[in-house]
């Protein structure tokens, strides 16, 4: 039985096709307009009220290469990669072989009947669906871009058939989506109708799976991570943002660029009469990840909140400044989309490989404050926290979110916004604090939870003082004094320990029975919990947590000592995560095994089933 | 160490500035350079040119990264807040500060390693996006710090303490500044205070970077016979003929301007430039006769000083980005955040 059918498998039995319950695979060239009508596809699905995912695999190329993009609709919401494909529209001649092959017994190919297809591909197990798109397309569009492009609407208009897509609702999205431009509106309904029509009159009415309209999708947005960030540090109130382009983190700053254009602009009446626009923000492009960092920093220092965007290629570079901020005290906000390494690694491919290096960067002894979302939603909210943490505690703080939540469009509740909402600042002194005070030491007069007071350059004229990177003492002071330096580090320990009580607590689910505990972070969450349902339903209880923050909390600890055995999922080949656990959580080595997956692609509940299987298989249980 | 404090000894009345303030509230630290060092020549101008325009010492912020010239920004205006940061990382450092509160004076003081290896690409980048501040090189030809190794600025031939000779060419950063389209290039002489102090004062003027490598002799490794970033060196192949004066503007002095033909620069935040001296083919606003006239210089061995080439209209990064007159960090909370009704109304798009 697939991991599918046992998945849906409901009460009313076998009978009919399966509804909202399906994975297709659309394999096209890169550079051609397919991510366009993928996404419409995608969209279309989400406002029928069906919980989807869409998946980009893509090529770290700009045009010519196989790309593929998978959406799997799921009625009860789990939309982790399937790696099961009920249908695959194989656009790509070139991985015609490959993408036939990996279909699911039983399935439907969608291919472009203008040629024959290779013998050679022929699979009797699976049924092959010929529409004749360039030529359909040829005849209905005069340029050969035009002829192009629609060739993937067209393929979208028969998919839409064939799953039983509302042709109103795809009216709908390209009203919207092309409503500045009736040309192109246009050709887009006439080639999502040639396709449409055709599978109409020439496909099987009914597939054994189809959509059916529900609710599953009310409250929620269809959002990629990378968008939710950008946001999230619009409504923190993030005025100076410096990155340096890479995959995939750069749609983070253009996203942010875009909002603040959107939201920080105002015009001004100048003393001559003329009225012109003001920025209330300033985003620089740097000339490197070094400089975005400092640039932060400096910016930081001066009193605003600001952020960087990077994913591990950046983090390398920027483990210099990391440790500079982190001694000197200083708020720093980076976001690190992570992607595969070591080295360029594979840029287009996710990883969670970045958390040993993030939570302790840079040389010295260092420690800094990691957030680690799941989703959209999460980047959106943790976003804002991330700002609030790094003022606090004066200190780093990285948001470690990944490409396939970054680039990715998930179905995840709408956001909310708090209007009572202000910002934490921190022990920010003004020059009448000082003068209450008597006297101001930077790295003095710590609070309970030793963070010391601080103030801004070129607005106090009471609490200058010398920032430096090299050794000092409590009053900020050059030292080389073996105490006074191991006094400021010794706080700096504690004061990182103590924002663990600020983080994100670890969402944890027991069930009763469980005897083993799964541990995970990040975009992990949908497959863990899925395949928790079908080892569930199988008679497997596990429990479960999620960490969300570093360092680690009480909570995170007592999951740990209260489990005689934790699995471990996550992204990386090292197990990452399971070394921070046993450095930080004070888990004992040989009760954390690991489910590890790294070669690039999403992890799937198929991993984690056979994961925890091959487990108990171990302990004999 | 920077953090001695200087003996306070009660002088007779000393003159008062424009804001009520005497130079000893310029001053900083002590410093703990080696005594005849060149960047404390700097300092003392630096000193004396923030007095001179009457800037409160808090509205300063001084920038520098790491080695003997970074240490200096302890040894000047101790009411200002400091950030002695990374080696090569100042000018960064100093752009996000000045993206985050614009209303302030900028000094970023950094050396030949710093500003000319490895913090070489920052340099360059700061200079493009012409960040608003004053951005001295302490230039020495040396690192100083640990002890001796050529610097990027070493000229070839220039020998070492031990005798040996450079054979790599040098970065000069006046010519590199000049070819990225600085908006104020100058090059001055620590030992020369007459002519560094007015540099000084109209860099602070400028809107822009303002970009001042100045020669400041190594008294431990490179003050020998046979370097050519010694003060003997400097003194014999100095040419001085491009002398400014920097002539404040406020009140009855605008009254006293001389009308000799000299030529006149009005600096954006107030003042002028006068030249005093300019060989007559010299147009110090003439981006192409400023390089021609420093490369020839340098043809025959001779190294020109003062104020090669200001620009005072192009625009600063903050006018490219027309950010907002006020401080980025002074703006409210309410006006930056766009609140729950947007946040619902931008959400209709994702559905």
């Not at chain 1, 990077?310 to 906000?333: D, F, H, K, Q, R």
């Not at chain 1, 103030?455 to 900020?476: C, I, K, M, V």
């Amino acid at each position: 039985m697939t991991l599918q059918a046992i998945a849906t498998q409901g009460p009313s039995g076998e009978e009919g096709p399966r509804i909202n319950d399906f994975s297709l695979k659309f394999a096209n060239v890169n550079g051609t307009g397919s991510a366009s009508a993928n996404n419409l596809i995608l969209r279309a699905i989400f406002r029928m009220g069906v919980p989807v995912s869409g998946k980009n695999l893509f090529p770290s190329n700009i045009q010519g290469l196989p790309t593929w993009y998978e959406i799997r609709v799921n009625g009860q919401g789990h939309t982790s990669r399937s790696q099961q494909y009920d249908m695959v529209v194989a656009m790509n001649g070139q991985t015609y072989a490959e993408d036939i092959g990996q279909l699911s017994p039983g399935g439907y190919v969608l291919y472009d009947s203008t040629w024959p297809l290779p013998a050679t591909l022929l699979r009797q197990d699976v049924n092959f669906l010929g529409v004749p798109l360039a030529r359909m397309c040829g005849d209905a569009f005069s340029g050969p871009r035009e002829r192009i492009l629609m060739k993937n609407i067209a393929y979208a208009g028969a998919v839409s058939y064939l799953i039983g897509i509302d042709p109103q609702v795809l009216a709908e999205l390209l009203e919207e989506s092309y409503s500045g431009n009736q040309a192109l509106r246009d050709s887009n309904q006439r080639a999502l109708r040639l396709g449409y029509d055709y599978a109409e009159e020439n496909l099987p009415a009914e597939l054994p799976f189809r959509l059916e309209p529900g609710t599953g999708t009310e409250g929620k947005i269809l959002i990629d991570g990378n968008t939710a960030t950008a946001l999230g540090c619009l409504y923190a109130g993030a005025t100076v943002a410096a990155w340096y382009p890479i995959t995939p983190a750069t749609s983070v700053a253009e996203n942010f660029r875009k909002l603040c254009e959107r939201y920080r602009r105002r015009k001004v009446t100048l003393t001559d009469g003329t009225v012109e626009t003001r920025n209330d923000f300033v985003i620089l492009q740097a000339e490197d990840e070094l400089a975005a960092l400092g640039m932060v920093i400096g910016a930081s220092w001066a009193g605003a909140r600001a952020f960087t965007s990077t994913s591990g290629p950046g983090i390398s570079l920027m483990n210099e400044l990391l440790g500079l901020a982190y001694y000197t005290e200083i708020p720093a906000v980076v976001i690190d989309v992570q992607r595969t390494g070591p080295s360029t690694g594979m840029p287009t491919r996710v990883q969670q490989s970045d958390l040993l290096e993030c939570a302790y960067a840079s040389h010295g002894d260092t420690k800094h404050i990691l957030l680690l979302p799941a989703d959209p939603k999460e980047c959106f909210d943790f976003a804002v926290r991330a700002f609030d943490l790094a003022e606090r505690f004066q200190t780093p703080v990285m948001l470690l979110s990944d490409l396939d939540i970054g680039m990715n469009d998930w179905a995840v509740d709408r956001f909310s916004w708090d209007d009572g909402y202000r910002p934490d600042r921190g022990r920010v002194l003004t020059d009448a604090d000082i003068e209450k005070l008597g006297h101001f030491y930077r790295y003095g007069d710590e609070d309970a939870e030793y963070v010391t007071p601080r103030t801004l350059p070129g607005l106090s004229e009471q609490g200058a003082y010398f920032t430096r990177g090299s050794g000092h003492d409590r009053y900020g002071l050059y030292t080389e004094e073996s105490d006074a330096y191991a006094q400021v580090v010794e706080r700096l320990a504690k004061k990182v320990e103590a924002s663990a009580a600020h983080l994100p607590e670890p969402v944890i689910r027991t069930q009763a029975g469980a005897a083993i505990g799964v541990i995970t972070m990040g975009s992990c969450e949908g497959a863990v919990l899925e395949a928790l349902e079908i080892l569930a339903s199988q008679g497997t209880a596990l429990d479960y947590m999620r960490v969300r923050g570093f360092p680690f909390d009480a909570t995170a600890r007592d999951f740990i000592t209260s489990h005689e055995r934790c699995l471990v999922v996550e992204q990386n080949r090292d197990a990452q995560l399971r070394s921070l656990l046993v450095l930080e959580a004070g888990a004992e080595a040989r009760r954390l095994g690991s489910i590890l997956s790294y070669g690039g692609l999403p992890i799937s509940a198929t991993q984690v089933v056979e994961g925890v299987r091959a487990e108990m298989r171990e302990i004999g249980v | 160490m920077p953090s001695i404090k200087k003996p306070l000894i009660p002088l007779a009345a000393m003159p008062k500035n424009d804001i009520g303030l005497t130079i000893r509230d310029y001053e900083g630290s002590m410093s703990t350079l080696c005594a005849g060092c060149g960047h404390d020549s700097v300092t003392a101008a630096i000193v004396r040119a923030l007095f001179e325009l009457s800037i409160p010492p808090h509205k300063v912020v001084k920038m520098s990264g790491i080695g003997c010239s970074s240490k200096t920004t302890a040894y000047f205006d101790s009411a200002a807040h400091g950030f002695n940061s990374a080696h090569g990382r100042m000018a960064p450092i100093a752009t996000g500060a000045n993206a985050a509160n614009r209303d302030a004076l900028y000094i970023g003081i950094s050396g030949d390693g710093d500003s000319l290896s490895i913090g070489a690409g920052h340099m360059v980048h700061a200079i493009r996006r012409n960040v608003h501040m004053v951005y001295v090189i302490e230039n020495n030809g040396v690192y100083g710090l640990t002890k001796g190794q050529f610097s990027a600025s070493a000229d070839i031939g220039s020998a070492a303490k031990h005798g040996e000779a450079n054979t790599v060419a040098p970065v000069d950063p006046v010519m590199l500044a000049l070819s990225l389209g600085a908006s104020f290039v100058a090059r001055s002489f620590s030992g020369d205070k007459e002519q560094l102090v007015p540099i000084l004062k109209a860099a602070a003027q400028h809107r822009g970077l303002a970009l001042i490598d100045v020669i400041s002799p190594c008294v431990q490794f490179n003050n020998h016979y046979g370097s050519t970033k010694s003060y003997r060196y400097v003194r014999e192949h100095e040419l001085r003929e491009i002398e400014p004066d920097f002539i404040s503007t406020g009140r009855e002095i605008v009254a006293d301007l001389p009308h000799d033909g000299a030529l006149m620069v009005a600096m954006h935040d107030g003042g002028l430039v006068r030249f005093r001296t300019l060989p007559a083919d010299y147009d110090p606003t003439d981006r192409e006769a400023a390089m021609h006239y420093v490369n020839q210089a340098h043809a025959r061995g001779e190294i020109p000083t003062g104020l090669l080439f200001v620009d005072e209209s192009i625009p600063d990064v903050h006018e490219l980005n027309h950010t907002s007159e006020s401080p980025l960090v002074e703006l409210p909370f309410e006006e930056l955040c766009p609140g729950s009704a947007e946040l619902e109304d931008f959400q209709k798009s994702f559905v």
